[in-house]
C-alpha cells in the first residue's frame, strides 16, 4: 500500500525480492509507527533471522517471506550437481524452521516452492522456479486479499463509521490486508468512512499499526481505548465491525483473533451492529472440531503490566505501568462463537459462519 | 487501610488532621503505585492545590480534604472579632471553590462545615466547631464504607473470583473503600477470594491503584487488560462484578461510571454473572430524569495515545505509544442501564436498582 515519503507517495508491499542483487526487502516492522523503513537481507540466513526477531509479523508476510527465503538461498548454491543443491536447500530449509518453529505459513510456503523446483532438470532450472514459484506465493497472498476487498467493499457504505481490533492490515500481508482490505477497496472507489481504531492492548497494535497504515493510506480514524466502544455501540457512532483471524474452524465457523475480539463481537450483537470478519483462505482449520481445542497462547505478563512507547526525545522505550508487585494475566486470543458473527469474507465470497462447512470445496480450492 | 513499610504494616487513612500543627496529611497520589508517601500542607492555600493539583483525587478524599481545609484556614485566624473571622472564612472558601470548579464534594463538604460553625458563639468556639465537624465528615465517610463492607461481605464466598474495574478503592475514600470495602471485609471475616484488576485504560488506575491497594493488603490478585475480562467470563473464571459510580441516578437506577464499567456490564449479563455497583450516599444523584442527561467528559487524547509508567531507571514517564501523525476519541465514562446491575450496595443495603427510588428517604438520612 501507499506510504508518504516527504511529499511523495509511494507504494510498497510488504515483503518483495531483488533478483539482481539476490536480496529479501523487507517493512522493519519493530520501527513502525514511529519511523518507516525497509531492510535488505542478504543471504537466506537474514533472512531467518529477520522471521524469527519478528522484522517482519503477520501470517501472509512471514510466509511470503520464507517463500523468498528458499529462493534465495537456491540461489546462492554454485555448482551443478543436483544431490549436492538439494542438500544444500534442505540447510536453508531447515534454517527456516528453526526461526518460528510454531507458525504454519512459512512452513507451507517453503513447502510449496519446493515441492515446485521438483520440475527443473538442473540447478538452473530449479534456481529459477522457486523464484517464479516465490512470487507467486507472494502474488497469490494479494490477489486472495484483493479478493476480501472486492466482494467487502459492498459492506462500506458512504458516511459508514467503522470499528477494527488490532492489526489485520497490510503489514501482516504481502500487501493490502484481510479486515482492511473492504476499506482500501471502498477508498479506491471513492466512498468516505470514519474508523475507530481499537487501541488493543497489551500491545497495541491497533494504536501504532492499523492507525499508521490509515494515516499513510488517508483514511480518516480515531484511535480509542478498547474500553470506549461498547459506549460509543451504545450512543449509535459504530455502523460495522470488521476483524481479522489467526484461526478460523471451517467445521463450526468459530473465530480465533485477537484478545478482545470476543468482546467486541457481544457488545455488537447487544447493539444489532453487524460484526464481519475477513479471512485468507489459508486461516482456515479444517482439522479442529470445538473451539475450545484451540490452543489459547498465554503471553507474557510484562505486555500487561507497562507499554511500549517512545520517549520525549524519540527513543524507544517500555514503562512500567502496573503496581509493582502485581502480576498479570496475559491470555493472547480468544474465541468468538458464530452466532455472534454477520458474515466471513473469504476470497471466495461473504458466508454465514455455519455455510463454511458446505463451502469446503470452494474454500479449499486456490485458485 | 494498611501499607506495608519495611517488615511493618501500618494503618493509614487518605487524609487526616494535626491539630496540633494545624496542618492536613494527605497519601501523595501521584507517587503510587512506585511510591509510597505523605504530604502535610502549612495553610489552607496549600490544601486547596493539593486538591488542584490532584495530589489527593476520589470524591470521598477531597470531600474531606475540603472539610479539613475549611478548619484549617479557620483556625489560622488570629483576633476575637466575629465578622473579621467570617470574611477570613469566605477567603479560605472561595480558595477552595477556585480549586476544581466542577466537582461537588469539595463544595458539599465545605458548607457542611461552615453550617456547623454557626453555632459557636465566640471565634474560638467556631474555631474548635470547625475542626470537629471536619472530624465528623471524614468519620461518616469511613462509616459509610464500613456499611457498605458489612452489606457487601455476604456476596463473597470462599474461592470467589471477582472482577473489579478502575480504583474505588480507600485511596479515594478517606478510608475501605465503596467497591473494595465488600473484599476487604470478607478479609476481615478470613475468607480467600481471588480479584481480577482491569487495568482501565487510558489511566490505568486498575494496574496502578487498585493492584497497589490490593498488593499492601495482601489481597489475591492479578492484573488483567480490559480485553481481556470477556474471555476469562467465557471460560467461566469470573464469578463476580463489582465497580464504584461517579454518579447514579436514584430516579432510574442508572449508573455513570469510568469508561469501559458499561462493556463488563455487558459481559456480565450475558455470561449470567452477577454485577454489582457500591456507592456511598453522596453519589446518588436525585435530580437528573435520564442517563441520556448526564455529561460526559471528552478527555484529553493524550491519554489514550500513550501511557505514564517509569523507566528503567525509576523515572515516572510518559511515552506516546500510537502512531504520531494519529487522533483519538477519549469519553472518560460510560452510563449502565439498570437492566444490566444485580445490585446497588449502599451503607443502608442492598437493593435492586429500580428500588433506589421508593428508598429515597432512607437513601437521603445520612446517620
Not at 56 to 75: K, L, S
Not at 106 to 122: I, L, Q, S, W
Not at 142 to 160: P, S, T
Request: glycine residues 8%; charged residues 25%.
Amino acid at each position: 500500500m501507499n506510504v508518504r515519503i516527504g511529499k511523495r507517495t509511494q507504494h510498497f508491499r510488504t515483503v518483495t525480492f531483488h533478483a539482481g542483487t539476490n536480496r529479501v526487502v523487507l517493512v522493519e516492522h519493530r520501527l513502525l509507527p514511529h519511523r518507516f523503513g525497509l531492510i535488505e537481507t542478504a543471504d537466506f540466513r537474514e533472512t531467518a533471522r529477520a522471521i524469527k526477531d519478528m522484522i517482519v509479523r503477520g501470517a501472509g508476510a512471514i510466509g511470503a517471506t520464507a517463500a523468498y527465503e528458499v529462493a534465495q538461498g537456491a540461489r546462492a548454491f554454485r555448482g551443478r550437481d543436483l544431490s549436492n543443491f538439494s542438500r544444500h536447500v534442505e540447510r536453508v530449509c531447515q534454517t527456516l524452521r528453526e526461526a518460528r518453529p510454531t507458525a504454519v505459513d512459512p512452513v507451507n510456503a517453503m513447502d510449496e516452492v519446493r515441492r515446485a523446483m521438483r520440475a527443473g532438470k538442473t540447478v538452473e532450472e530449479r534456481q529459477a522456479i522457486a523464484v517464479a514459484a516465490a512470487e507467486e506465493f507472494a502474488n497469490e497472498d494479494v490477489r486472495h486479499c484483493e479478493a476480501i476487498g472486492k466482494h467487502g467493499a459492498k459492506l462500506i457504505r458512504d458516511g459508514l463509521r467503522v470499528l477494527t481490533h488490532c492489526n489485520a492490515g497490510w503489514l501482516a500481508f504481502v500487501d493490502i490486508g484481510s479486515a482492511t482490505a473492504p476499506l482500501y477497496a471502498a477508498q479506491a472507489r471513492g466512498r468516505k468512512f470514519h474508523v475507530f481504531c481499537d487501541e488493543t492492548r497489551p500491545r497495541c497494535q491497533g494504536a501504532t499499526l492499523t492507525a499508521w497504515e490509515f494515516a499513510q493510506q488517508g483514511i480518516s480514524h480515531e484511535v480509542i481505548a478498547d474500553n470506549a466502544a461498547g459506549w460509543l455501540m451504545a450512543r449509535g457512532e459504530i455502523d460495522l465491525v470488521i476483524v481479522g483471524s489467526d484461526r478460523t474452524l471451517g467445521r463450526t465457523g468459530e473465530v480465533a483473533n485477537k484478545i478482545g475480539t470476543y468482546t467486541k463481537a457481544v457488545l455488537a450483537h447487544r447493539h444489532g451492529i453487524p460484526f464481519y470478519v475477513a479471512i485468507p483462505l489459508s486461516t482456515i482449520d479444517w482439522k479442529i472440531r470445538s473451539g475450545r481445542d484451540i490452543p489459547i497462547e498465554e503471553r507474557n505478563a510484562s505486555e500487561v503490566l507497562g507499554a511500549w512507547g517512545t520517549d520525549g526525545r524519540g527513543r524507544r522505550e517500555y514503562v512500567r505501568v502496573a503496581n509493582p508487585t502485581s502480576g498479570a494475566r496475559n491470555p493472547g486470543f480468544d474465541v468468538t462463537p458464530p452466532e455472534l458473527i454477520t458474515g466471513i469474507i473469504t476470497p471466495k465470497g461473504i458466508f454465514r459462519p455455519h455455510e463454511l462447512r458446505a463451502k469446503r470445496a470452494l474454500l479449499q480450492d486456490r485458485s
